[in-house]
């Protein structure tokens, strides 16, 4: 969410973000919500001038009763009683517009970095750069749910029947296999100075509003019925949640934590979700990184933070590549986000397995996240990023991994995760 005074003193601004977002339907908005601030702000000012008048005029009654000097008292006191009436409605004024206000403040999405590309979608997304080098083996890759089956490692028909479509048992060496790659990521960002955590799996509607955009909530979650909780789809949400409503001592940053969760997601109009496999699900486990910090300090650990999702799959022997996300791409509480993608052998392309994310202060005003500075009290800044999400990245782990027989090599970096085993060996 944007600073009302900064909206207010940049109009122009705003609204240049709003056609760089592809959002022209919003620009109107920017010129209500500054009227409806300043007849807000007005009826604070005339509401604070009658609290302090009252404090007079009850002292000048009481004189005036000392006196003896009741008619004049009385007169004060039916100004008293005009003067409570005015304002009990100015409150309700108050209330009602500051509600409005807020209403339109959290539609206006943050200000893009000067950085960010000018692009209507992900169509116009921008390559960075590639790590190692995409191969494509002289044998066909069977499709990922193909190499599971042949070792026993998936069965989609059964979890249709428990849970319905976009639900999977993982099963043998294939569940160990995804165990491992958690297991794995968990290590790999403690020993990069993060401190590991298990969140909360559920949140309540004031966290979730203080992390996403609505139309992101209406997409993703899951609400608990009767009650005030809904299902994490990622770990960030809880992660950032935590630090709601707290002053954070500047000495104390940053924050830099690496969660473990289930995740859940609606996935409600999703596209190219395919038929049958772990692409795009309900239900995956994930590795997250969160970061907490100085504003100065916001963009030094945006590059940090996707650098660690590379060198993990780097690790791997998977190739990556990062995009930067465009203007419209973005989603509204971004200031500028990077996909990390992996190489598939059997599509030869790209695909996604990660996104970094550096929010600026947007969520920290919302969740009232603040940071007692030398100079006084300010918005920290927050970033998130994937460590890993299996099991998409199963994918491309397999199909990069994969050999001739059928056989599957564990990196080396694995193998104490998954007993010592240098290579699965397929049952089929």
């Given at each position: ?30 010129d209500e919500v500054i ?60 209330n009602e517009l500051a ?107 004031n966290v979730v509003t ?219």
């Amino acid at each position: 969410m944007l600073d009302m005074k900064f909206v207010r003193e940049n109009p122009d601004i705003v609204k240049q973000n709003l056609r760089n977002k592809f959002q022209e339907e919003k620009l109107p908005l920017v010129d209500e919500v500054i009227e409806l601030d300043s007849r807000s702000r007005a009826a604070k000012q005339e509401a604070d001038s009658l609290r302090a008048g009252r404090n007079t005029i009850s002292k000048q009654i009481g004189a005036l009763m000392g006196q003896g000097k009741k008619e004049e008292a009385e007169e004060l006191k039916k100004q008293v009683s005009a003067n409570a009436a005015r304002l009990a409605e100015l409150e309700e004024q108050e209330n009602e517009l500051a509600d409005k206000v807020t209403k339109i403040m959290m539609t206006l999405p943050n200000i893009i970095d000067p950085s960010v590309p000018i692009g209507k979608d992900d169509s116009e997304n921008v390559e960075v750069t590639k790590y190692g080098d995409p191969v494509v083996p002289d044998f066909e890759i069977p499709y990922h749910t193909e190499i599971m089956e042949r070792f026993d490692g998936i069965d989609l028909d059964a979890a249709g029947r428990v849970a319905g479509n976009g639900f999977y048992y993982l099963m043998g060496d294939i569940a160990r296999l995804h165990s491992a790659v958690i297991s794995y990521a968990r290590d790999f960002m403690i020993d990069r100075g993060f401190t590991y955590c298990v969140p909360p799996f559920m949140i309540r509607s004031n966290v979730v509003t203080g992390v996403m955009s609505f139309a992101e909530m209406d997409a993703m979650m899951y609400k608990i019925e009767g009650e005030d909780l809904y299902l994490i789809g990622t770990s960030e949400h809880s992660m950032i949640g935590k630090f709601i409503n707290t002053i954070i001592e500047e000495e104390e940053l940053p924050k830099t934590l690496t969660s473990y969760s289930p995740c859940f997601r609606k996935e409600k109009g999703a596209h190219g979700i395919e038929e049958r496999g772990v692409y795009r699900i309900h239900q995956f486990e994930k590795q997250e990184m969160i970061v907490v910090c100085k504003p100065e300090d916001s963009p030094m650990w945006f590059d940090k933070l996707w650098q660690n999702t590379v060198d993990l799959f780097r690790s791997m022997d998977i190739p990556v590549r990062t995009l930067e996300c465009c203007s419209g791409d973005l989603a509204d509480l971004k200031v500028k986000s990077y996909d990390v993608e992996a190489w598939s052998p059997r599509q030869k392309k790209y695909f996604e397995v990660g996104s970094c994310s550096n929010l600026g202060d947007a969520q920290a005003r919302r969740l009232k996240i603040r940071v007692n500075g030398k100079d006084g009290k300010y918005f920290a800044h927050t970033l998130n990023n994937t460590v890993v999400a299996p099991p998409r990245m199963l994918i491309a782990f397999l199909e990069n991994n994969l050999n001739a027989d059928g056989s599957v090599n564990i990196p080396e970096v694995l193998r104490p995760y998954m007993g010592g085993i240098e290579k699965l060996v397929p049952k089929k």
